[in-house]
């Protein structure tokens, strides 16, 4: 009977020994798996960051080279306009009222060198400028009145050339729309880009250059504004190494030895990007460009990062870097509390095991309920960053990027069935006086407003988003034209009788385009269509709807 028990308890006790080791053994293995898920997890929802970051600001650069292309078919048409300097300026200066982020607008003429522009000073005043060789050849800046007549003369500069001019030439070389060097602005205060582009005629003499210049400050805005919702660091930098925006509070130019120099991310007060600048440095090559994104860790003052590197370009000669940067806690933090408990749970069960093999087993079913919640905590956190990486940060409406992904598929289905489809584009009117007056948190709610206004007005089918800034837009499934002018008009009435906060009225103007109108099959081709009718609707007083 003694040696029956003895058998009996060495199997026993050799039964619940290997039980502890496998709960050891799975213990280390879960808290492995749950690293590993998420650094994978890390890159994914990082991917998805600079994607948002990129349709962002790409459809904010899209702008100036719309009023490029649009300023340039009205010349090639009538190219006696480059002779009505006044005609020119007054609708360039209805642009620049109309779109706050443009800072200037001209062209540069072949014949004689001469140049016609329109431009937004510092002060908020605007300007004329021009050069007209019958007269004299020197180049003069002028501030203007409101009915844009000059009042005074700001600036005169002798000997002046368009086509001398760096932006000037390189269009014309390039033969296409391009970008300029990104500079500093006369005001010291900011940077920004220019988009130009060559004007020919049918037979190819080229009649000039037409040019649309804005500030880029709004992407630093858009950063912070990211970097306020999510635990983000984000920096986009030039291949040289300079700040274009930044989620830091830092400005992207410096006073430096007398003078305005940009900012480089080497040299940041930020301790992110200039830790960030210096892993890049050392092993990334951003110079020569990047073949796909590039996803790494990194630690910042003994705080680790997950790191990603997103290339930035497009076919105008745009190349620039988006960096992002997660902090490891952010993710980890629940996976590695939970795992630890797995651990040391599994752990006491191996010393305990030659005792009571029983609440091993209980403990194991409780550590591997924990290691569940523990994975279920990392979906739900999932679901929530893909939710704000689809989903505008301030009003709840979709983003741009989750617009044209719905956008591409109805395209598929109007190339398979021919079912048409509509797009309205809108803008708040005079929206920068609300902010002016009353303050960007009023601005802001004005904005959630609207989205609600939005919402009401359209079908559960209707796709709703924010475009950037205050300007909205909406797809309208199997909607012909005619019917999708109906709903502009609803929503156009809405925002008119609306009262918004602090008593606020506001107005609206309306694009409206639809597939089957359009020649292309393309969705950026659509969108450009809508943006061209709502400037006709901000040309012809605001306030109402212009259809294609």
Not at 31 to 49: C, E, N, P, R, V
Not at 99 to 125: C, K, L, P, W, Y
Request: with cysteine; aromatic share 6%; net charge negative.
């Amino acid at each position: 009977m003694f040696s029956i028990n003895r058998s009996y308890v060495r199997i026993v006790l050799t039964l619940v020994g290997l039980m502890a080791i496998t709960a050891t053994v799975i213990g280390v293995v879960s808290f492995s798996g749950g690293h590993k898920a998420a650094t994978d997890m890390a890159a994914q929802l990082q991917g998805q960051i600079a994607d948002t970051v990129q349709d962002r600001v790409q459809a904010f650069l899209e702008r100036p080279h719309v009023l490029t292309h649009m300023n340039g078919l009205k010349v090639i048409e009538n190219p006696a306009s480059l002779d009505d300097p006044h005609a020119l300026s007054t609708s360039w200066l209805n642009q620049l009222h109309a779109f706050d982020s443009m800072q200037t607008i001209a062209v540069g003429i072949e014949e004689q060198g001469n140049f016609i522009g329109v431009g937004r000073a510092a002060d908020g005043h605007f300007t004329i400028a021009s050069r007209n060789l019958d007269a004299d050849n020197h180049y003069r800046v002028f501030q203007v009145d409101t009915q844009g007549q000059p009042i005074k003369t700001l600036t005169e500069i002798r000997n002046y050339d368009a086509r001398e001019r760096p932006w000037y030439q390189a269009a014309v070389q390039a033969d296409q729309a391009i970008w300029s060097p990104i500079y500093i602005w006369a005001a010291g205060t900011s940077i920004g880009l220019t988009a130009a582009l060559p004007i020919k005629e049918a037979d190819g003499r080229l009649l000039g250059v037409q040019q649309a210049a804005l500030s880029l400050d709004f992407i630093s805005d858009h950063l912070q504004e990211l970097a306020g919702n999510l635990d983000q660091k984000v920096f986009i930098v030039e291949p040289n190494g300079l700040l274009v925006g930044t989620s830091a509070t830092e400005a992207v130019v410096k006073i430096e030895n007398q003078g305005v120099e940009r900012v480089s991310m080497l040299s940041s007060t930020d301790p992110f990007t200039q830790a960030a600048a210096q892993y890049l440095d050392q092993h990334i090559d951003v110079v020569n460009g990047l073949d796909k994104p590039v996803y790494t860790a990194f630690e910042v003052a003994d705080q680790r990062y997950f790191l990603s590197v997103t290339r930035m370009d497009d076919s105008r000669g745009l190349n620039w870097v988006i960096v992002t940067g997660m902090p490891q806690a952010t993710l980890m933090s629940n996976t590695h509390t939970t795992l630890r408990i797995t651990l040391g749970i599994t752990l006491a069960a191996t010393l305990a095991a030659m005792l009571l093999g029983v609440v091993i087993a209980r403990q194991l079913v409780a550590a591997e309920r924990r290691l569940t919640q523990a994975n279920q905590q990392l979906l739900d956190s999932n679901e929530k960053l893909q939710y704000v990486a689809s989903t505008d940060n301030l009003t709840g409406l979709m983003n741009r990027r989750k617009f044209l992904d719905i956008a591409e598929r109805e395209l598929l289905q109007y190339e398979r069935y021919q079912r048409d489809f509509s797009i309205i584009l809108m803008d708040l009117d005079h929206f920068k006086q609300v902010n002016d007056q009353y303050g960007h948190n009023v601005g802001d709610l004005v904005l959630k407003q609207t989205a609600e206004i939005l919402l009401h007005c359209s079908r559960k089918q209707d796709a709703v988003a924010r475009w950037g800034g205050e300007e909205f837009i909406l797809l309208l499934p199997a909607t012909e034209l005619d019917t999708a002018v109906l709903v502009a008009e609803r929503i156009r009435r809405s925002i008119e009788d609306y009262n918004y906060e602090s008593g606020i009225k506001l107005t609206g103007s309306f694009g409206v385009v639809s597939l089957a109108r359009l020649d292309a099959l393309d969705i950026g081709a659509l969108v450009n269509a809508a943006d061209e009718r709502l400037y006709q609707s901000k040309h012809g007083g605001r306030n109402q709807v212009s259809v294609s």
